[in-house]
């Protein structure tokens, strides 16, 4: 399958440039060059969900819209492809801003907090829901659409279709955010080396236990060190991959379910309670009440530092020397170069640059050498605890956004996630937001080439990985504190230990900050008062003593036992 071939007609036929008409002649146009058969609906359907577009959008058309989105591949084709032919369609012309994640949220803090509407919709984290609920400065699209938006809210919506609405709901039942591009963080490796019947022998004979998908950071770590150093076709190979420069994205490298993975807080999912993988707990009101351990917090407990050392040690022993001077984009697309055995987690956005024809990690079949897993957990993990991280990037409705405005974005927000494109976009970007999409029988025919991404999403484990919950009350202001913290960590400057307890500490004065503005009403925080940490250690739950000796008995599964499992 091309799938650049169609975006390539479509420009040839000048879908996507000229003067803005909103016409059914524009919207077969676009669907002649650029879907095809690559949707879920049929041709008939799929033009009268255009045509309903060209209806509802009659009392906005000749507006300019702007919109904002953080830089990945789905957003690129959104605004490459899709914002013009939107345009062509319905006659409001739309412009789709690709900026950096850590801007996106710079731009909607100031927008919360001037009142100033610097974009009309901005599509941002589902780790914002916390902040969003509390602050109540964005639609609620549950009543929203139900009352004022119900004239642009497209009968072929289909809520029930999207597999990420449960993040993006509050704990009060309401929708306050709409699924745009999903990715989840999973282990990542070299099948075709853990497969090698000789390499496999030699790790048997060092270790005592078979090569495969590592179970426990045990595992991952004996895995690191026996690929480390070795040479295979002629290069040198890194057994685990990772970036360390302090950064903004640094911030997620941590924030991005590491803590829940090393088993820092609580059972629960999506997220864990009363304490989450930010070691933020909450009392039985949703109401945050500290951070660090004085408060019946974790961010400074003995799992949250044994995280933190495992990270910086692995790094330094076993990545490429390059990769603590790396951000998060600069890393993602190292491990295609192949010479990295494995990596801990890898976000799944990455895998459309890891599946390029000719990339060393590709097959001539075009089928990878790699696949994709479970992520391994720590010493501290226990079953029914969150195991990973899933971005839900969602689109986000300000209220000093005026209606007008807000209608023709949300109709904007519809489209690019529409039955009509959703199959078509999803091959493109790999960010997959609705079931039947994920069903659909083009990923079926093209699963073996993705390295296991589709079996993942069609396994009832899907749904134990998360993005960031509720229990995070500001998390433009919070989110800055991990990566300048931590990076004090990383670089040296300071001990693990030293680093969380400034990280939890500066968390909780935020908090209090919240606290004594009342902002947030009854739904901020309320801090707890400090006391002796051990009283918080004695008592089951996060945060949970250290563990003496925080190397368990290293377990691995065989990767194509793990794939069965799921089917």
Known sequence: MNLKRSTAMALALGLLSGPAFADMEAATA?????????????????????????????????????????????????????APAFEKITGIKITHDLIGEGDVVEKLQTQMQSGENIYDAYVNDSDLIGTHWRYQQVRNLTDWMANEGADVTSPTLDLDDFIGTQFTTAPDGKLYQLPDQQFANLYWFRYDWFTDPDIMAEFKEKYGYELGVPVNWSAYEDIAEFFTGRNIDGQEIFGSMDYGKKDPSLGWRYTDAWMSMAGMGDKGEPNGLPVDEWGIRVNDKSQPVGACMARGGAANSP???????????????????????????????????????????????FVASLVEPGLPVMNEDGTPKWRLAPSPHGVYWEDGMKVGYQDVGSWTLMKSTPEDRAKA?????????????????????????????????????????????????????????????????????????????????????????????SLCSDMEKVMERLERAGIQGDLGPVMNEEKDPQEWLDTAGSPKPKIENEREEPKTVAYDELVASWN
């Open 409 to 501: 974005a949300w109709l904007y927000a519809q489209f690019v996630t529409s039955k009509t494109v959703d199959v078509k976009k999803s091959h493109v970007g790999l960010t997959f937001i609705r079931e039947s999409t994920i069903q659909d029988e083009s990923f079926t025919d093209r699963a073996p080439n993705l390295g296991g991404l589709v079996e993942f999403y069609r396994s009832p484990d899907r749904v134990r990985w998360s993005p960031t919950g509720t229990n995070v009350p500001d998390y433009p202001k919070l989110a800055q504190l991990w990566w300048q913290n931590i990076g004090d960590a990383m670089s040296g400057a300071k001990s693990a230990q030293d680093a969380l307890d």
């Open 303 to 349: 799992a949250a530092v044994y995280a933190v050392d495992k990270a910086i040690e692995w790094l330094n022993k076993y990545s490429p020397p390059s990769a603590m001077g790396m951000t998060f984009s600069e890393a993602g697309p190292v491990p295609a170069q192949g010479n990295i055995a494995q990596q801990m987690f890898m976000y799944t956005t």
């Open 30 to 82: 676009f669907l002649d060059a650029e879907i095809g058969d690559l949707s879920t609906l049929s041709r008939a359907d799929q033009e009268a969900e255009m045509q309903w577009y060209i209806d509802a959008a009659q009392p906005f058309q000749g507006m300019e819209i702007k919109v904002v989105s953080e830089t990945i591949t789905t957003h690129e084709y959104e605004s490459q492809v899709l």
